[in-house]
């Protein structure tokens, strides 16, 4: 859509997986998974 959020994506996605690995186990987020979106135009 366009819309700049200031979100750093690859930083949060990064920040789960390191959220999953302190906990031991897979958390509920599904971002971490699926990844970043890069569409091709």
Sequence with gaps: MGI???IDLGA???AAR???E???RSL???LSKAGVF???R
């Design 4 to 6: 700049e959020t200031g």
């Design 12 to 14: 949060l996605i990064e």
């Design 18 to 20: 390191l959220a999953e």
């Design 22 to 24: 302190i906990v031991g």
């Design 28 to 30: 509920p987020g599904k």
């Design 38 to 40: 890069n569409p091709r």
